[in-house]
């Protein structure tokens, strides 16, 4: 915030920037969502590995509570960017979810919010030896693992903590494995902020990889590393060196192969 760039939340827009978000979801976000029933009798439903979603307690007709899940899409930027007259302004695309939860659910109010993410075991158990063909197995063993047992559950600090307990019972997950993160989970999406046109002055100069003192230009590479091996560490020293190698060896008819 202090360079320039300041996350917003839904209590802090301003009147031009809502009516920007109205239109932005009505357009190009509410398309992509699917809300999901959770229901008592059924599996829960299969959420990726890792991916956002929103738990929903809302309360319809006859002041019956039901849960959903709306997942947060993967195809639409995390960091919604809004306009601004003071440096880059932007507000998380759950929280853009959040807000128009009742256009999701018409004829329900929506009474509790949770943002959640979990983690499922990836350990992988292959019979290498079995006679079958080893893609195919493979195959086999990867789409069995998006239902593997979930090891951790991430929650919102101030998440309501009847529905994070209504959670962790649906998912079978202990409380030793729920967590609580203070601020935004997966904070994968800010990288996004990186690549600002507004914020280069935040950035560290671009790195120059730095030439290698064992094999400078004007040396023979060959005769070099006949005498001794060489350590090339990238990205701080430069890759002209292997460039070198692989043109020389390219135009020498002795050389059967590149390696």
Known sequence: EAGGARRLTPGTLGPGQAEYLEALFEREILPTLTPIAVSPRRRFPLLAEKELALAVEVRGPGKKRRIA?????????????LPSNSGVEFILLEDVIRRHLPALFQGYSVRDVCVFRTTRDADLSVEEERDEDF???????????????????????????R????????????????????GPLDLRGFFELVGVPAL????????QPRP??????????????RSRDVLLHHPYDSFDPVVRLVVEAAEDPSVLAIK
């Open 212 to 225: 290698s003192p064992d094999l400078p230009p004007e040396a023979d590479l060959w005769q070099t590393l």
């Open 200 to 207: 280069s002055a935040l950035r560290e100069p671009e790195w």
């Open 135 to 161: 893609a195919s197995l493979m195959g086999e063993v990867l789409r069995r693992r998006r239902r593997n047992s979930i090891v951790r559950l991430e929650v919102e600090a101030d998440a309501p903590k």
């Open 163 to 182: 529905l994070v307990d209504l959670l962790a019972r649906r998912l079978a997950v202990s409380t030793e494995d729920t967590c609580a993160v203070p």
């Open 69 to 81: 899940v709306v997942a947060v899409p993967r195809g639409v930027p995390r960091l919604v960017h």
